[in-house]
T-cell receptor, first 114, second 115 residues
Framework: KAGVTQTPRYLIKTRGQQVTLSCSPI?????VSWYQQTPGQGLQFLFE???????NKGNFPGRFSGRQFSNSRSEMNVSTLELGDSALYLC?????????????FGAGSRLTVL | AQSVTQLDSHVSVSEGTPVLLRCNYS??????LFWYVQHPNKGLQLLLK??????LVKGINGFEAEFKKSETSFHLTKPSAHMSDAAEYFC?????????????FGTGTKLQVIP
């Protein structure tokens, strides 16, 4: 079956712009989580969605937001981009949230902010 | 509450020698523990997971990890390193099913394999 699909894979934006990233989970997976990965901060949890509800949110400013649709696809949005938002954004899906469920990751969306 | 500490940010081994990547965890409940691997410019891939069954867990590509509750450790080992093992490895702790604690990732260990 198809894996986790993230689009776009690469994008370049300028400061002040906004960006929307998309994540299509594995069919049947209802939990989607997002992570920001940078060389300095490592992997940081952004948010987790299950059945269209946000279950958890990491320590990021309100410029970072997300949502999940009824088909479990998820989007995250970053407004008023800053240089420090340059990162690899990873999405992961699982059948259920937390616990012993294995996270299946997408290849990521690499955002560069100029 | 839960946390995970990867004790080495970088590990360098010669090809054919054993690999040891160390991970300690802290949890107020019985956690699930995972090791993931990330090759350059790729997403993370599951190596193995522990979910309160056997304490010695075998994963893909010859890796295994042992859950030691008394030491709160979950170290990753491989008897003989291969060049293709060069990657970054993440130890992860997860709350019980349905728990509202988020999944917590370690800071990662970069494994270098010297030919």
């Amino acid at each position: 079956k198809a894996g986790v699909t993230q689009t776009p894979r690469y994008l370049i934006k300028t400061r002040g712009q906004q960006v929307t990233l998309s994540c299509s989970p594995i069919s049947g997976h209802r939990s989607v989580s997002w992570y920001q990965q940078t060389p300095g901060q490592g992997l940081q949890f952004l948010f987790e969605y299950f059945s269209e509800t946000q279950r958890n949110k990491g320590n990021f400013p309100g410029r970072f937001s997300g949502r999940q649709f009824s088909n479990s696809r998820s989007e995250m949005n970053v407004s008023t981009l800053e240089l420090g938002d340059s990162a690899l954004y990873l999405c992961a899906s699982s059948p259920l949230p937390s616990g012993a469920n294995v996270l299946t990751f997408g290849a990521g969306s690499r955002l560069t902010v100029l | 509450a839960q946390s995970v500490t990867q004790l080495d940010s970088h590990v360098s081994v010669s090809e054919g020698t054993p690999v040891l990547l160390r991970c300690n965890y802290s949890s107020s409940y019985s956690p699930s523990l995972f090791w993931y691997v990330q090759h350059p410019n790729k997403g993370l891939q599951l190596l193995l997971k522990y979910t309160s069954a056997a304490t010695l867990v075998k994963g893909i590509n010859g890796f295994e990890a042992e859950f030691k509750k008394s030491e709160t450790s979950f170290h990753l080992t491989k008897p003989s390193a291969h060049m293709s093992d060069a990657a970054e490895y993440f130890c992860v702790v997860s709350p019980p099913n349905g728990g509202y604690q988020k999944v917590t990732f370690g800071t990662g260990t970069k494994l270098q394999v010297i030919p």
